[in-house]
């Protein structure tokens, strides 16, 4: 990464811009693979929702009302259980669709941490700016 990008507050303001830009295009990805996953399967075992963290998951479908609803992980031992239950070409398609989930979810993660962590950086240096007028009597 070229940190040069990042060396005065303007060029720190334009990557703000450009990463919250990035972020909506890729809300709108996650919508699109949300209704992906929707239409490939007329019955599906598994849901794929966004979870309280704003992550996407997937869940099974349950006849209790009301209860929690279990998440599945793929990689791990119940997943895998679960996983061997399936169809040969039900199972392709989950894992496909997995590898996407996987991908999207760290996309978005990354691109959060970026824009605050960018928003942080600007929001405390305008606080140090007032200060430190306010500290040399507003001559800045």
Known sequence: MDMRQFDAPNKIQRQLYEAEQDKKRLFQK????????TAAFS????????????????RKRTAVTGGPQSTVEFHTPAGRKFLSTLAPHVLERYIELENERILLNMQVRILTALV?????????????QVLSGELTGGAT
Not at 30 to 37: Q, W, Y
Not at 43 to 58: D, F, K, N
């Open 30 to 37: 996650r919508k699109d693979f949300m209704a992906r996953c």
């Open 116 to 128: 605050m962590s960018l928003q942080q950086y600007l929001m405390k240096r305008e606080a140090s």
């Open 43 to 58: 019955s599906p075992p598994l849901t794929i929702e966004l979870a309280g963290q704003r992550e996407l998951v997937w």
